[in-house]
């Protein structure tokens, strides 16, 4: 499916239309504005090309990957050129489908048969993958001013956003969703013809990338970025955030969850007021009872299972140890989760010990710094292509 795919068209199944495929540009996929021409939910066209299976109007070039709602967006009013296209991928446990997001250029890089800049964003414990949208924008508007060419990719953990829920709460666990994210950055790599890519974490998502790093998968990672965690999580930090995640608390206008999502992360004094707008809109839904529309909060209640009574602290020292890739730390100096004591040991061990660790402080901000402001997003760019 890496070759061009030529031939006669195929049918529309009701119309009996053509149905024009092309290939991508990098990648073998069945084009995007194809796919927009028809909104088949569940059925999925097969058609075998050389002895492979190739799903129209749906799959993009391997079987687990799965097109979610067969539209693309521009994501930049500033920015007519950056897009940001919605798919999924089916999770191998329990088949669930795990949604993400690409971004992307449209134009065509200057500099020709350059390695693309592949990027995977793996968000917190209650977020989703559109808390990385400023940051994706400052990565691809970079890459675009010196001419080469970057995706930027953050899923959906399954249980928040568009991502499926799992039937199994006791599978809601770092180690599961690092199961996931492993063949997902397999096939990302494989897509633009890499072996590795370069991986942001912030909180439960910097635990699955060192989870990955321990299960010898740590190969995947060019460079790793762990935002405000590390090799070892105070139990007081876990309490507090058992208090509000789990919750189903519903409201009665936007203006009212907005208000609600800057209470829970009140420690992170970096964002700025008019981004809350943005945050609150992917991290809720409209629910509606007859005439009457609530705002919910878009995740499944059981992903806090973990947190019930008194959690332990947390020992990561062996998955923080077994990282051999050029690390950059990104601490809120505010922080509870990441305590400053623990910075000043990760200095001393793992990538720390072996000359491959950067420290970012975010002065002034608690957990987790949402590389979200220019300053934040500069210093990932640095890390990311000096």
């Given amino acids: 499916l890496y070759e061009p795919i030529l031939g006669p068209s195929i049918q529309h199944p009701k119309s009996n239309q053509p149905i024009g495929f092309a290939r991508n540009h990098h990648i073998g996929v069945v084009e995007d504005h194809v ?23 749906g799959v993009i070039v391997h079987p687990n990957f ?7 967006n521009r994501s930049s009013q500033r920015n007519n050129t950056l897009v940001r296209m919605e798919r999924s991928f089916v999770c191998p446990i329990q088949e669930k489908k795990m949604a993400y997001y690409e971004w992307r250029s449209t134009k065509q890089p200057a500099k020709e048969g350059s390695k693309p800049q592949v990027v995977v964003c793996v968000h917190g414990l209650s977020q989703n993958g559109h808390v990385f949208e400023f940051l994706a924008h400052g990565l691809v508007e970079d890459a675009e001013k010196r001419g080469t060419e970057c995706h930027v990719y953050a899923v959906d953990l399954v249980g928040r956003g568009n991502s499926e829920w799992l039937d199994d709460r006791s599978l809601y666990n770092p180690g599961t969703y690092a199961l996931h994210m492993i063949p997902f950055i397999e096939e990302i790599a494989k897509q633009h013809g890499l072996s590795s890519v370069n991986y942001v974490g912030t909180s439960l998502g910097g635990i699955t990338g060192m989870l990955i790093c321990f299960m010898n998968k740590g190969h995947l990672f060019e460079k790793l970025i762990l935002n405000d965690i590390g090799g070892f999580v105070p139990s007081k930090s876990l309490q507090r955030i058992g208090e509000y995640v789990g919750l189903d608390p519903r ?14 992360y009140s420690q992170c004094r970096d964002i700025p007021q008019e ?9 809720t839904k409209q629910i ?30 062996p998955q923080y140890e077994s990282i051999n890739v050029p690390t950059l730390l990104i601490h809120g100096t505010d922080s509870d989760i990441l305590l400053q004591s623990t910075v000043e040991e990760m200095k001393g061990r793992g990538p720390g010990a072996k000359g491959l660790l950067q420290v970012y402080d975010v002065v002034g901000t608690g957990h987790p710094p949402y590389l979200s402001v220019p300053a934040q997003i500069h210093e990932v760019v640095k890390f990311f292509t000096v």
């Fill in 288 to 317: 509606h009872k007859g005439a009457d529309v609530e705002w919910a909060l878009i995740y499944d209640p059981k992903i806090s299972s973990g947190f019930k009574g008194v959690p332990p602290d947390i020992e990561l020292w």
């Fill in 251 to 264: 409201f009665k206008t936007f203006e009212e969850a907005e208000q609600y999502m800057k209470t829970i």
């Fill in 35 to 57: 796919l927009n021409a028809f909104s088949f939910e569940k059925q999925w066209y097969q058609r075998r090309v050389r002895g492979k299976i190739l799903f129209l109007c």
């Fill in 275 to 283: 981004q809350f707008a943005h945050f609150t809109k992917y991290a």
């Fill in 66 to 72: 799965v097109v979610l709602h067969n539209h693309t």
